[in-house]
Every structure is written in structure tokens, then in C-alpha cells.
């Protein structure tokens, strides 16, 4: 089963920018997409992002559409969510995850990574 460790968290001021890392290990050979999560305190982990694997096909949550870019590096085995003009409300931990197939449950979550955006 793949693991995912996330890396890039960090403090900001609102409109500035982080790029988080997601590196996979163990069963990379049988990713077909990568997501990415985020849970504020106090509320639900949701769906912020996705990339397929194989071509690259991604996909957004509207909040964060046209500030948030996903990509990867097969040949490294990473993810990546570039996330610029950064609002208060993208504070939160975030985290990333793994499916083996189309509509396959998301899985191997790491530790997250904190992203907090000062005012």
C-alpha cells in the first residue's frame, strides 16, 4: 500500500504563496490519482484538488479555482498543490491521498502539513 508524507506547511500573510509537497513511496506503481484535503479546526475534511497520474487531468473545488494549481512528478513519485493569492479561510491542515483506481476510496493519508494565513 502506498505512503504519502506531505511537507510545505508553513505561515504566510493573506495573498501570498506555499507550494506543498506530497512524496509516495511503496506501491506507486498502482496510483492512478492523487488528492488533495484540508480540514480547518472545527469542521470536515474536504475535497480540495485532484490529478490523475497517468495524463495529468485535474480537478478543483471552486473556492480555490484559479488560485490552486495541482501537478506531479511521476518520476519523483510526488504530488504538488501550488497555492497562491492565500485567504484566511485557507487555513487549515492539509493532507493527501491516494486511489488505485477510477472512483476508488482515497487512501495512505499522511500526517498533513499545517497552512496558516495571517491577516
Known amino acids: 500500500q502506498v505512503q504519502l508524507v506531505e511537507s510545505g506547511g508553513g505561515l504566510v500573510q493573506a495573498g501570498g504563496s506555499l507550494r506543498l509537497s506530497c512524496a509516495a513511496s511503496g506501491g506507486t506503481f498502482s496510483i492512478y490519482a492523487m488528492a488533495w484535503f484540508r480540514q480547518a479546526p472545527g469542521k470536515e475534511r474536504e475535497f480540495v484538488a485532484r490529478i490523475f497520474w497517468s495524463g495529468g487531468d485535474t480537478y478543483y473545488v471552486d473556492s480555490v479555482k484559479g488560485r490552486f494549481t495541482v501537478s506531479r512528478d511521476n518520476a519523483k513519485n510526488t504530488a504538488y498543490l501550488q497555492m497562491s493569492n492565500l485567504k484566511i479561510e485557507d487555513t487549515a491542515v492539509y493532507y493527501c491521498?491516494?486511489?488505485?483506481?477510477?472512483?476508488?476510496?482515497?487512501?495512505?493519508w499522511g500526517q498533513g502539513t499545517q497552512v496558516t494565513v495571517s491577516s
Open positions: 491521498a491516494a486511489a488505485n483506481r477510477p472512483g476508488g476510496v482515497y487512501a495512505g
